[in-house]
């Protein structure tokens, strides 16, 4: 499984690293840090990551079955 974070959907909300704070983590902006990436997640992480895409207001997450490019 992987996580892809569009960077021009994230808001900066920061509910996705506070439901996910084993894989996501926010920048000195208070981003997420991540955001504009695609990387695979480790199956013990997958139900953060899907808490984190349910949690995200603009849809910005998405957990996929196969990698993706994505806007950095």
């Given at each position: 499984m992987?996580?892809?974070?569009e960077?021009?959907?994230c808001?900066?909300?920061g509910r996705c690293y506070a439901v996910a704070p084993d894989l996501?983590?926010?920048d000195d902006e208070g981003?997420?840090?991540?955001?504009?990436r695609c990387w695979s997640i480790?199956?013990?992480?997958?139900g953060?990551?899907?808490d984190a895409a349910d949690a995200c207001p603009e849809g910005a997450i998405?957990?996929?079955?196969t990698a993706t490019p994505t806007d950095a």
């Open positions: 992987f996580i892809s974070i960077a021009d959907k808001m900066g909300h996501l983590s926010d981003f997420v840090a991540e955001r504009g480790p199956d013990a992480l997958i953060q990551a899907e998405a957990v996929l079955a």
